[in-house]
C-alpha cells in the first residue's frame, strides 16, 4: 500500500530558526511530490512539484528537495507569516491518484 | 490565477438530510474532485470525475454521489447525511490528467450533521 509519512506532526521556531520538514515516501512507481501549504480555515496552497531525485525547488525562504526515499522542505530564516501547516503528496502511477500526508504544522514565534 | 469557489463556507444538517456541496471552478479545467480532510487522517479522495458526465470513485466513496453535468461545477451529494460525515470538505481542480498537473483547491465547507 502507498504510504506518505510526514514529520514532525508539529514544529515549533522562533523567527530567523532555519529547519526541515520531511516526507518519506513508500510508494510503487512515484512519478511526481508535491508539496503544498494549508493556513487554518483555507484549502492547501500548491508550492512546488518534483519529478526525480535530486531535484530542487526553491521559492522565497522555501526549497524543497528530493530523494529516492524521500522529500525535505527546508525553511531558511522563517518569519511569523511562514506558519501554516505543510502537506506533501505523491503522484503514483495512475492519472489521478494522489496519496497526502497528514501534514506538519509549523509555528513561527517572533 | 485559477479560482476553485465552494458555495458554502459552513453547513449545519441533520442525520438523515439530503445535502448538496457545490464547487465552481473558472479555468475550464478537465479534472474536478472532492476531498474530506479529518484531523489525524489527513485528506482523503472521495470522487474525481475528468470529464463531463464521467465520474470515478476515490478512496472514500460509501455514502456519496457526485454530479458533473458541465464543465466547471461539480457537486457532492451525501444523499442520507450521517454523524460520521462532519467534517471539512474541499473541491479541487487540474488542467489535464497527469503528474505536471497540480490540484487547486477552493477554501472548503465545513459541514456539521447533528
Known amino acids: 500500500e502507498d504510504q506518505v509519512t510526514q514529520s514532525p506532526e508539529a514544529l515549533r521556531l522562533q523567527e530567523g530558526e532555519s529547519s526541515s520538514l520531511n516526507c518519506s515516501y513508500t510508494v510503487s512507481g512515484l512519478r511526481g511530490l508535491f508539496w503544498y501549504r494549508q493556513d487554518p480555515g483555507k484549502g492547501p496552497e500548491f508550492l512546488f512539484t518534483l519529478y526525480s531525485a535530486g531535484e530542487e525547488k526553491e521559492k522565497e525562504r522555501l526549497k524543497a528537495t528530493l530523494t529516492k526515499k524521500e522529500s525535505f522542505l527546508h525553511i531558511t530564516a522563517p518569519k511569523p507569516e511562514d506558519s501554516a501547516t505543510y502537506l506533501c503528496a505523491a503522484f503514483v502511477g495512475s492519472n489521478y491518484k494522489l496519496t497526502f500526508g497528514k501534514g506538519t504544522l509549523l509555528t513561527v514565534n517572533p | 490565477d485559477v479560482k476553485v469557489t465552494q458555495s458554502s463556507r459552513y453547513l449545519v444538517k441533520r442525520t438523515g438530510e439530503k445535502v448538496f456541496l457545490e464547487c465552481v471552478q473558472d479555468m475550464d479545467h478537465e479534472n474536478m474532485f472532492w476531498y474530506r480532510q479529518d484531523p489525524g487522517l489527513g485528506l482523503r479522495l472521495i470522487y474525481f470525475s475528468y470529464d463531463v458526465k464521467m465520474k470515478e470513485k476515490g478512496d472514500i466513496p460509501e455514502g456519496y454521489s457526485v454530479s458533473r453535468e458541465k464543465k466547471e461545477r461539480f457537486s457532492l451529494i451525501l444523499e442520507s447525511a450521517s454523524t460520521n460525515q462532519t467534517s471539512m470538505y474541499l473541491c479541487?481542480?487540474?488542467?489535464?490528467?497527469?503528474?505536471?498537473?497540480?490540484?487547486?483547491f477552493g477554501n472548503g465547507t465545513r459541514l456539521t450533521v447533528t
Open positions: 479541487a481542480s487540474s488542467r489535464w490528467t497527469g503528474v505536471g498537473s497540480p490540484l487547486h
